[in-house]
Nanobody, 121 residues
Framework: QVQLVESGGGLVQAGGSLSLSCVAS????????MGWFRQAPGKEREFVAA????????DYADSVKGRFTISRDNAKNTVYLQMNSLKPEDTAVYYC??????????????WGQGTQVTVSS
């Protein structure tokens, strides 16, 4: 129904910046809630950020608030995650997610394959 492809991951030094993107295809993108999650080695997947249909509402994990910014461009079927002031603890595989409706932090239905972000100290 929905396919998601992430890109933009890579290696960056602590304090640096990185921008991730996620391109969606299939069901109408503009009607979906979009989120970013991450999973570090040996840890469970955790919520990072989410954005509502039109971008009027956003939510962030406390660990990234003030450093990361989520945005979307529905005309391009794309959601972004701008990551600034990166820390080694931000190192993880970052996943793009989508769902039709519901709370921003929970119960996503569609997932991308992930993109690796590595922050060196």
């Amino acid at each position: 129904q929905v396919q998601l492809v992430e890109s933009g991951g890579g290696l960056v030094q602590a304090g640096g910046s990185l921008s991730l993107s996620c391109v969606a295809s299939g069901r109408t993108f503009s009607s979906y809630v979009m989120g970013w999650f991450r999973q570090a080695p040996g840890k469970e997947r955790e919520f990072v950020a989410a954005i509502s249909w039109r971008g009027g509402s956003t939510d962030y994990a406390d660990s990234v608030k003030g450093r990361f910014t989520i945005s979307r461009d529905n005309a391009k079927n794309t959601v972004y995650l701008q990551m600034n002031s990166l820390k080694p603890e931000d190192t993880a595989v970052y996943y793009c997610a989508a769902k039709n409706t519901g709370p921003l932090r929970y119960e996503y239905d569609y997932w991308g394959q992930g993109t690796q972000v590595t922050v060196s100290s």
